[in-house]
């Protein structure tokens, strides 16, 4: 497609349980990002790919969320023996390969994950 | 570290009003400057932007200037309208460096 895509669109999972959420980037977009969005709260960096590799994972808020990319493309972030806490929209996104801090990110619309 | 405020809501309007959403910023380098819009049941959507100093950007009848000597990039638009009622969320991105930064989000609603 045209834009990031996400999925699943919304997830409901039991406390304690792992979830896996994909993302497909904007082809061609060497940079992707993983932002969280909390009720009442703004936009919380969680990490950033360029290519496979992960320069920044410095949002991640604990060692039971993580992040993969593979082929440059699809990335996958896994949280583990999720906690109601962990009750969020998660936003992936994606830009061309950063010449300039002016490059547009584009982001999808984002995986609703309710733990309970 | 960088940061970025915005004027917080909710704000409610009747249409044809005036807007205008505060936002200034705090950076440790040179930033890039960006409005981004959530309507509705809908993603996070780029508004405009500006890359520097006294840069103006402007779309759907929304402009917001980059003005460095107040550290500010206020949104503002001069006759809203009911399908401007989003969460309007202003963000920063530092030269040489990769994520957005953004602020607190506001909600507008507009009522016919």
């Known amino acids: 497609g045209a834009g990031v895509s996400q999925s699943p669109s919304n997830k409901v999972t039991e406390k304690g349980k792992d979830v896996e959420l994909r993302c497909d980037p904007i082809s061609g977009h060497t940079a992707l990002y993983w932002y969280r969005q909390s009720l009442g709260q703004g936009l919380e960096f969680l990490i950033y790919?360029?290519?496979?590799?992960?320069?920044?994972k410095s949002g991640l808020p604990s060692d039971r969320f993580s992040a993969e990319r593979t082929g440059g493309s699809v990335s996958t972030l896994t949280i583990q023996r999720t906690q109601q806490e962990d009750s969020a929209v998660y936003l992936c996104a994606s830009s061309l390969a950063l010449t300039g801090s002016g490059n547009t990110i584009y982001f999808g619309e984002g995986s609703w994950l309710t733990v309970v | 570290g960088d940061s970025v405020t915005q004027m917080e809501g909710p704000v409610t309007l009747s249409e044809e009003a005036f807007l205008t959403i505060n936002c200034t910023y705090t950076?440790?380098?040179?930033?890039?400057l960006f409005w981004y819009v959530q309507y509705p049941g809908e993603g996070l959507q780029l508004l405009l932007k500006a890359t520097k100093a006294d840069d103006k950007g402007s779309n759907k009848g929304f402009e917001a200037t980059y003005r460095k000597e107040t550290t500010s990039f206020h949104l503002e638009k001069g006759s809203v309208q009911v399908s401007d009622s989003a969460v309007y969320f202003c963000?920063?991105?530092?030269?040489?460096?990769?994520?957005?930064?953004f602020g607190q989000g506001t909600r507008l609603t507009i009522n016919p």
């Open positions: 950076a440790t380098g040179y930033p890039s």
């Open positions: 963000a920063l991105r530092i030269q040489g460096a990769q994520k957005l930064v």
């Open positions: 790919f360029q290519g496979n590799s992960a320069p920044d």
